[in-house]
């Protein structure tokens, strides 16, 4: 096994409401979501009509740029309706449940017996192929385009994350078997990065096929961005692919049973969740079979995802996203806090030193809210951000060249090698409270339109 | 403290857009944060903030100066009665001092926190913290007898030309507390330099006992004495120097007040260890060098004693490690920082007309910071470009 590749900079923010290693069927939804947004830069088209009958992997909609590109009904039952947003735009697609699961039929078989072909061909039918995103932009890989190499990053360091190795328990051979089908798909190597921490033997080591390689160290050791950066980093024109370890075991099941499997774990976490725990659920199932009698009293924000890359949903009427095996509920921080920048701060998390938690409490479990702390400033404090980024990049002065729209300086100060969750602790740490990877996504869009149109 | 927040909010309506006090938005919200944090929430991806904000990192650095500011009071109060050949107790020494030098902290903060509000209201925006240190780094680089309006001009001359015209906060190149400094030397020499303006009431002169001197070390050294004495004509010890019961600015005087401020700014993180070691290491460096070409009493002066004299540690501890008007990235910093200590030393002893060098250095390399920064950056550039070909071949 290779060496553990130790991450030096980063920070663990440790909160409260670590979910418990349990796991429960959390009750069937009525209604099940597959939101547009999980994608940057996709324009849906709707193809069933309302009301029209789908099966589970019965395509819903398809990308307009690429309409080979399609997404699939996780369920079976009927398109009931399509929510949209500012600007007419979709923000969810919503099929109802008839607790059927009546299966659309894919190709079964051996992977390595098919051609890239007639893979590619089946991960679009079934809707699974919008699990594969590309790096540069993330966005949806090209069918037509082969990777350099394909990164599967089987642990999470962001805070309360799901202990991956516990998902994936007893799903060993599904994951092989997608490993074997991704295989097709590019030339290069398929890169399988596990938790570097004690025990060494994680539930993955086994997998054939795959270069594993073990980080350790704090958040974000875990997010491929940055084991590409350590492993295979990205240069001009380089494309390469990354997939979520639950999403490789579904593309495996699709090979092996010729069935979309859409179940999912996904952990419950954060402050505001009476019993912290996994559920068995279905994708885009609706967020409140979730947090049903979980919920504490309070002014909440639920979230998909984790706090540092997740997306803000309703408690009631939202959906988990598609890439979301955490949902998060914590305080919502909308109170004034009276002289709250001279206290000295035992229950507040701060990469700086300057407060007293950080002192006397280094272990201590942060009950955080969503509060900014302060005001927005410009860019003051330096060396902030170096500290929580483990990569060869200048932060500050990547976003001074976003801000002043300088497509050629992005390109030169690595912005290809970077995605929002790369970023996302640089905007936590910023004392000028800059938002930060809203300029990067905002820098990565004009790269793209530049690029590629 | 609810009771306070429900009086603000009730006050709080006209100075909201479309009010009739609405010119005075940004001074009401500069109060206003100052009272309570706000209680605006995230709206992005990133849910969660640092607590750290601009308040608590500035306000660090002020109490960092707390120190320097404590000795710098009782100091101007020792040398005041000394230079009158009284006797004075503790509490006289330190009455005198603070009445002293609190009417130019008013003057700096009125003079330098107005002007920033009406340039916020006028950009809408909130007024930034960035005055905060400012507005206490003015007086304590000052000599005590400068007269107040001299404090107000230079004020005015450091906020205006030398931040808000570069955009304010964060945008300007050199450090406003220097340059006002800077403008007063060159605009009233007599008064920032010489042998009388240190030391309270010399200038004037009224009771002050004959033949007392008021000049500093450096200001011995530059012509050329080989002893430094005070003004009754005692030598100093290196123990003078460490603990600063020498002439001198208001604040610059005590190295060991400002490196308990050291430690303040390192062991919070607020200011950089980089910036404030690597100034000391070119300055011991280039103090060695010219010990090696000693041609005069300048030249022979001990490192260790450049680094106690004048203004050279406040000037690392305080000023270099400016993060605006400083090199940006780590590794610049390095360089950034022991430049400073090598012209430092360099133009202290090799031109006598500017026995404070620091000032000079640091402005100086303030200009320099962003070229510092823009050579480390293009070797990173550089290195990608080389790892992109090599991949291509």
């Known amino acids: 096994m290779a060496e553990v590749i130790k991450i030096k900079k980063g920070l663990d923010i440790k909160m409260i409401g670590q979910a418990e290693k349990i796991y429960v069927k959390a009750p069937r939804a009525k209604t099940y979501a597959i939101k547009p947004v999980d994608w940057h830069g996709l324009t849906p088209k709707i193809i069933p009509k309302l009301c029209d009958e789908v099966k589970v992997g019965t395509p819903i909609f398809f990308d307009k740029y690429h309409p080979e590109v399609k997404f699939t009904s996780p369920v079976s039952g009927i398109l009931l309706s399509i929510n949209r947003g500012e600007r007419r735009r ?12 009546t299966p659309e039929t894919f190709l079964k078989g051996e992977p390595s017996s098919f051609k890239r072909e007639q893979i590619v061909e089946s991960l679009l039918e079934s809707g699974l192929w919008p699990a594969i995103r590309q790096r540069p932009y993330t966005v949806i890989a090209k069918p037509e385009q082969h990777p350099k190499s394909i990164f599967i990053s089987a642990f999470d360091t962001a805070p309360l994350a799901p202990d991956l190795d516990f998902v994936l328990k007893d799903m060993e051979e599904d994951f092989q078997w997608g490993v074997n089908v991704l295989k097709q798909l590019t030339e290069g190597k398929i890169y399988l990065s596990l938790d570097g921490r004690y025990p060494s033997v994680r539930t993955l080591s086994a997998t054939k096929g795959v270069e594993i390689n073990r980080f350790k160290g704090p958040h974000p050791a875990g997010n491929v961005g940055i084991q590409i950066s350590k492993l295979d980093p990205i240069n001009k024109g380089e494309v390469v692919w990354v997939v979520q370890p639950q999403d490789v075991v579904a593309i495996g099941r699709l090979f092996k049973t010729g069935k979309y499997d859409p179940s999912v774990l996904v952990a419950v976490t954060g402050s505001r969740v009476e019993k912290p725990q996994y559920y068995k659920t279905i994708r885009g199932a609706a967020v409140s079979t979730l947090l049903e009698k979980q919920l504490k009293e309070g002014e909440n924000r639920v979230i998909s995802g984790n706090v540092l890359n997740g997306r803000q949903i309703d408690g009631e009427k939202g959906y988990v996203g598609f890439f979301d095996s955490q949902v998060t509920v914590i305080p919502e921080g909308n109170q004034y806090e009276f002289f709250g920048w001279m206290k000295p701060g035992f229950n507040k998390k701060s990469l700086s030193r300057s407060f007293a938690s950080t002192w006397l409490l280094p272990n201590k479990q942060f009950d955080l809210d969503t509060n900014i702390h302060g005001g927005e400033r410009a860019f003051v404090m330096t060396g902030e951000y170096e500290k929580v980024l483990p990569m060869d990049i200048y932060p500050v002065q990547l976003l001074k060249s976003i801000l002043a729209n300088d497509i050629d300086k992005m390109e030169r100060l690595g912005i290809y090698e970077l995605d929002e969750e790369d970023l996302a602790l640089c905007e936590f740490v910023c004392t000028s409270k800059t938002p930060v990877t809203k300029i990067l996504r905002d820098g990565l869009k004009s790269m793209r339109k530049e690029m590629e149109e | 403290m ?40 995230t709206s992005g991806r990133v849910h969660i903030k640092d607590a750290n904000d601009m308040k608590r990192s ?67 925006e909130e007024v930034a913290e960035g005055y905060f240190v400012t507005g206490m780094l003015i007086p304590m680089v000052m000599p005590v007898d400068v007269p107040l309006w001299m404090v107000a001009v230079a004020t005015v001359f450091a906020v205006v030309i030398g931040k808000e015209v570069f955009g304010g906060t964060g945008m300007n190149i050199l450090n406003p507390a220097l340059i006002a400094r800077a403008f007063l030397f060159f605009a009233y020499p007599s008064h920032m330099s010489g042998s009388t303006v240190w030391i309270a009431g010399l200038t004037d002169g009224t009771g002050v006992i004959d033949g007392y001197s008021g000049s500093t070390i450096l200001g011995q050294a530059a012509q050329n004495a080989t002893t430094f004495v005070n003004g009754l004509g005692q030598p100093y010890t290196r123990m003078d120097m460490f603990l600063g019961t020498i002439p001198g600015s208001f604040g610059e005087t005590s190295t060991l007040a400002i490196l308990i401020g050291a430690a303040i700014l390192i062991l919070t993180g607020v200011g950089s260890w980089k910036i404030i070691f690597s100034v000391f290491a070119g300055g011991a460096v280039m103090g060695l060098i010219l010990n090696l070409f000693a041609v005069n009493t300048f030249m022979e002066l001990p490192f260790y004693e450049h680094l106690m004299l004048g203004g050279f540690a406040f000037g690392a501890v305080f000023m270099a490690t400016d993060p605006v008007t400083g090199a940006q990235t780590e590794r610049g910093k390095w360089i950034y920082g022991f430049l400073i200590g090598i012209m430092a030393i360099l133009i202290r002893v090799l031109n006598p007309a500017y026995p404070e060098g620091v000032m000079m250095a640091i402005l100086l390399m303030n200009v320099f910071a962003p070229l510092i920064d823009h050579y480390i950056v293009e070797a990173n550039i550089r290195k990608r470009l080389k790892r992109a070909k090599v991949v291509a071949n």
């Open chain 2, 2 to 41: 609810s009771s306070l927040r429900r009086f603000v909010d009730k006050i709080k309506p006209p100075f909201e857009k479309g009010g009739k006090l609405h010119i005075f938005l940004s001074g009401f919200e500069a109060i206003e944060t100052f009272l309570f944090v706000p209680n605006k929430v």
């Open chain 2, 58 to 124: 500035l306000i660090l650095v002020m109490i960092a100066m707390v120190p320097a500011l404590l000795f710098g009071i009782w100091n101007t109060g020792f040398h005041h009665f000394q230079a009158l050949g009284t006797d004075a107790g503790f509490w006289q020494m330190v009455g005198f001092g603070f009445l002293k030098i609190l009417p130019m902290f008013i003057v700096s903060y009125v003079v330098g926190l107005g002007i920033e509000i009406a340039f916020a209201q006028m950009r809408h």
């Open chain 1, 90 to 101: 979709i923000i969810e697609v919503v099929i109802e449940d008839d607790g059927k699961n």
